[in-house]
């Protein structure tokens, strides 16, 4: 019997009862001596003072002739003074002054008198033309404070100041300990029931941004003694450790009972979501802590309880977060049983942003790829509404958040394509799409929500393509058609076709993958099968839904499905073979307002250029 | 004959010129490989594709059986089904599914019934609790465009892609040349004439910020000869490169000229200030610059051209900066000749910011650690109002400026102690002091520009310290005064007093060295000499000002003067002799408004704490 139980601690009480227990346990930094021009970045560990001035003599600030002042006075266009070689002395910029002299004259104001001697007009007032010692920084004074970030302007000042080395916070070193049976490094051919272990490169690339850094130790299985043997071994090594996987409460979860048998754990389970299966604690005087195998939800955890652990360490304040108000876009619902994240999508042309919670569970990394920013509901809300106010945490720069083309609607590779010419082109602005069909772009759109995005909508009276759609929602206008691609739709199947699928009619005797609701593609399935009189129920998968033609070909090509309607670039991509059914009109909706933004100008200049001809022809099954 | 002639191009032109000539040189990024986990922050010179999906199987999300979902349709509370052990596979989490499996059923809800079989209350629904092949990445899906700076979350979406290495854009690497000389490299012990050559540090830095890296070579002496001959060297091993200092038209600048011989110089002289003697050129095939000496001068030059350059190598849009709007706190003159830039400190207590230019030249590095922002002017102004709103570039986090306990006013070394104080004990706020005399402390908080000030301003009708002085300035409240410290202040002099000063009256025989007017010690030296009778001119120096106590102590130690006013722990630190003349009050001055506001409490919490007292015992002449 294993004693793991799985608590629900609300959030600030568990982030006060680990923080409290990694304070008792006296986690702090140590001191370390950096060589002043490596740096950048640190943070000091006590105040530097100027060990010399700076300039640390008096220096002629101009090529000229150094003198002391009283000599020249009464000097004057009438009455002219003249100094003999031994009052005056020939100087360059930067070189001292000689002992008595307190001023300088510009070469250009000297007049040589014979033997030497030269003629001045003006008189020369003390100090003129001098940098004094200590007009910049004075030995003895204080240059930067205790916990100062040395910028490349205090590198100037510490250098001027004769301080070539300076006393600084170490960085903390996290062990990270992966574990599992079926885990295995990253490559790109796994076996089938190997999981890609990519969570310590992430945590790792995380703890750099927060001034730490990583050792990754090697994969451990799950077998007690060996993760206990690793986590001593980190422990001894590093400062704090990371276990990741083995935080929950099952059969082969560990961490908890490996931390208690070294140390204490202090928290197991948050009342977060993700990131519930936590485990927090201090073992041999040094944080610990188990994060949930799926990535999003460590990183959640990462957020809440490493980021203010590094803090803590640096006795820093914590680090400011940026964030920005946005419009909800749909309603959400929220259990009172946890805090919760949802990854959202910043769309909204025109400088109101609008946040649209991404798909997606705590197992798909892509979605945080995507995502622009976090937002969290409260415990104690049962969930927000649509249209409220939320504040959200930018995961991007907020210039770059509105610094893009937001292209919604239905999905084709030529979208990312396109986006990628744009990047590389340097227009100066990111292309971002997202997939939620051909109907979801005419919503978007009426919901100003979107610049433009993609339809390929047949109706199924006339038998034409998208004209009859816009006409239909935009009856007074408010959105304009361009011509975009011409694109073959058809069946994707196993290669060499096996089940002989050629007819709607076919459908009936295969397991089907669709796609979702609102999708051209769904609406051209669902006109075929009208047309030809085949029930949705006849259809087996019919409600195996997926969000793109390449998620659909990959279900083909796992053999989860045996057939899918969708373009034949997707189907080459996979191998399959692909039974074309008809050419379809594959068009651009844009926002009126927007018709002739320049991020719109410049995706039609992409969509018309050679460097896509050429990338349509690579891919295939496409006319423009 | 050289033939140098510096010109006066204006800004946007000379950008125009040199980054024109540098891309018709061809100057771009190459392409390097790199593992992803090392990728944080690099940028992609292609676009990443998945080579495989993620998951890239069916694959179990919980422990349970897998089982084929049509295998279990029609199971419900009533009419259990059985599934013999031929029918199902007991599977973990991450396990894959069996061919022919489609859905997997959770431990808690498979009951044993006997013979190995099991009973299921209840239908599967085809894909429960399976991770289908491709949920979160489909092979051949774009994972990120070109141009895509790499995050943590990409690191993971590139491992469970499949992909392990990626095409980035190669760091610039920019050869940096110091020339002079009577450069040397960084000492805490320069002999005189010595200057120490921190600027190539500090643009190492600079371009480290901007993602590119530095090779810095050995200090060159000013021939032409050997300037060439390194210039080719770095030429030929870097992908730019910088020549510090010698890109003015004097005598020893041959920067221009060795850059003509190898290639062109595109501009010489921009319309700047400061940085005006900038040499912008391409020689073979490569971006040089040749830098002013000053730091100042050189890191404008840096942040309008180097910074672009890099940006143009990376093919990416200027990266943003960060701006802020202030109103200006004193009016600023120009010249119609340059687009300056003025170092300015942010203030203004309370949300307004207002805008103070720092003072210093553009030898001054340290104007530039103190500064919070550059304010520039364009070159069609004569200047600027006070009370005008105006942009500034900033320097420093917003949220950094803002958490700023503001301290105006005199200068004392415990100003600077109790900002390492806060600092060290975590306070959460920044201490930021400007020396601008007691009177300053005044105006600057009648002017609602500070938080606080320190004065020490002896009343000479009364003999009394400060109070005079509140009820005259402040009849109306609006400044609460808090008792600081007491300090000795005296005549510092050389070791051994040699001139032998003892009184007011003996200064007629020095030269002296004043603090500037409005300074408290400066208020205490005037009132002092209107008591003994002695008049202004007739002390050598009284025009000589200095703004802090150690500038003062720095002068009288370098032998620029013989005795100046100022307190005993500037003395003590530049080992002079001190001469006490009076005890005086050095209190505080508050706004009103924040007499209450955390950070004043937390000041006055320190300035009567433990670790002041010894800090100020150690540093002598003070007591609480």
């Known amino acids: 019997m294993k004693h793991n139980y799985l608590n629900n601690t609300p959030l600030e009480q568990a982030q006060e009862i680990f923080f409290g227990a990694v304070a008792e346990s006296g986690f702090s930094y140590t001191e370390e001596t950096a060589r002043v021009p490596d740096a950048l970045g640190r943070s000091l560990s006590r105040a530097v003072y100027a060990v010399i001035s700076s300039p640390h003599y008096n220096a002629s600030a101009m090529d000229g002739i150094a003198v002391k002042a009283a ?6 266009e009438r009455t002219p003074v003249i100094l003999t070689p031994s009052r005056y002395t020939v100087v360059d910029t930067g070189d001292p002054l000689p002992d008595g002299a307190d001023a300088v004259i510009m070469v250009e104001d000297v007049i040589e008198a014979g033997d030497g001697s030269v003629k001045l007009y003006a008189a020369a007032a003390p100090w003129q033309h001098v940098r004094q010692v200590g007009e910049d920084i004075c030995m003895g004074d204080m240059i930067a404070p205790t916990n100062t970030v040395v910028t490349p302007a205090l590198i100037g000042a510490f250098l001027a100041g004769g301080v070539t080395e300076i006393a600084v916070k170490k960085r903390p070193l996290f062990g990270i300990i992966p574990t599992g049976d079926e885990i295995v490094p990253p490559t790109s051919a796994p076996e089938k029931g190997e999981i890609i272990e990519f969570n310590s490169a992430v945590f790792a690339a995380m703890l750099a941004g927060w001034d730490a850094d990583a050792k990754t130790y090697p994969i451990v299985k799950d077998k007690k003694e060996l993760l206990s043997a690793a986590l001593e071994t980190a422990l001894a090594e590093c400062d704090a450790v990371l276990v990741l996987a083995g935080s929950s ?10 931390v208690s048998a070294l140390g204490k754990v202090t928290v197991h389970g948050v009342a977060i979501r993700p990131g519930k299966p936590a485990v927090l604690g201090v073992a041999k005087g040094k944080p610990v802590a188990g994060l949930p195998g799926y990535p999003v939800s460590a990183i959640v955890v990462m957020e809440e309880f490493i980021k203010g652990l590094i803090d803590r360490y640096y006795k820093r304040p914590p680090q400011p977060e940026a964030t920005a108000q946005a419009v909800l876009g749909r309603r959400v619902t929220s259990s009172l049983k946890y805090r919760e994240y949802l990854r959202v999508s910043l769309g909204g042309a025109g400088g109101k942003l609008t946040a649209t919670p991404l798909p997606g569970g705590a197992g798909v990394i892509s979605s945080l790829t995507k995502a622009d920013a976090i937002l969290t509901v409260e415990q104690d809300a049962e969930g927000l509404e649509a249209g409220e106010s939320v504040s959200v945490r930018l995961l991007r720069d907020r210039r770059d958040v509105e610094n893009a083309l937001i292209v919604t609607g239905s999905h084709d590779p030529i979208i990312d394509e396109l986006a990628d010419l744009a990047q590389r082109q340097g227009c100066g602005f990111r292309v971002k799409s997202s997939h939620v069909g051909s109907m979801g772009t005419i919503a978007a759109i009426r919901a100003g929500q979107a610049h433009m995005g993609a339809i390929h909508l047949l109706d199924g009276d006339t038998g034409t393509y998208n004209v009859p759609y816009v006409e239909k929602y935009f009856p007074e206008g408010g959105a304009v058609l361009f011509k975009g691609v011409k694109r073959v739709q ?24 669709n796609r979702q609701r609102g999708a051209g593609t769904r609406v051209l399935l669902d006109h075929l099968m009208e047309r030809d009189g085949v029930m949705p129920d006849r259809i087996d998968g019919y409600a195996n839904e997926k969000f793109t033609h390449t998620a659909v070909a990959a279900s083909i090509a796992a053999g989860n499905a045996d057939a899918g309607l969708g373009i034949w670039s997707a189907a080459k991509m996979y191998g399959l073979d692909f039974i ?9 909706l844009v926002n009126e307002t927007y018709a002739d933004h320049p991020f719109v100008r410049a995706f039609f200049e992409l969509l018309h250029s050679d460097a896509f001809a050429k990338r349509l022809t690579e891919m295939g099954g496409y006319k423009i």
Chains 1, 2 share one sequence.
């Open 249 to 258: 409460a099952g059969r082969d979860d560990y961490t908890a009972e490996i």
């Open 580 to 588: 074309p059914l008809c050419d379809e009109e594959y068009d651009f």
């Open 71 to 76: 000599d020249t006075f009464g000097a004057a």
């Open 490 to 513: 058809g069946f994707m199947v196993a290669p060499g076709n096996p089940l002989g699928i050629r007819t709607i009619a076919d459908l009936t005797r295969c397991r089907y993958v």
